[in-house]
Nanobody, 121 residues
Framework: VQLQASGGGLVQAGGSLRLSCAAS????????AGWFRQAPGKEREFVAA????????DYADSVKDRFTISRDNIKNTVYLQMNSLKPEDAAVYYC???????????????WGQGTQVTVSS
């Protein structure tokens, strides 16, 4: 499966952005989906994940109650709605897919290219 992330940009602190991750080649609903991010000088870190069934989600503590991961099976796309953005949320965001399960480690099967999120204070 090929993944294409989009939706990044510049936003003021407190604002919102919605990232999209469109899948091609396979049906995205057959995969668990995840979002990770990497800020300059830092390691890539887990942000959110959604199970294949859509019944299970997982969020990093730093984004819980502000970010929401969701899936549109008709559009074959996974979203990350980001609200109440903070300067520390600025990073390159990557979407991922795995045929088996969600995980907070970065050992996912497939990765999209990153999309830059910049948050001004």
């Amino acid at each position: 499966v090929q993944l294409q992330a989009s939706g990044g940009g510049l936003v003021q602190a407190g604002g919102s952005l919605r990232l999209s991750c469109a899948a091609s080649g396979r049906t995205f609903s057959s995969y668990a989906a995840g979002w990770f991010r990497q800020a300059p000088g830092k390691e890539r870190e887990f942000v959110a994940a959604l199970s294949r069934s859509g019944w299970t989600t997982d969020y990093a503590d730093s984004v819980k109650d502000r970010f929401t991961i969701s899936r549109d099976n008709i559009k074959n796309t996974v979203y990350l709605q980001m609200n109440s953005l903070k300067p520390e949320d600025a990073a390159v965001y990557y979407c991922s897919a795995d045929a088996r399960r969600i995980s907070r480690s970065d050992s996912w099967d497939y990765w999209g290219q990153g999309t830059q999120v910049t948050v001004s204070s």
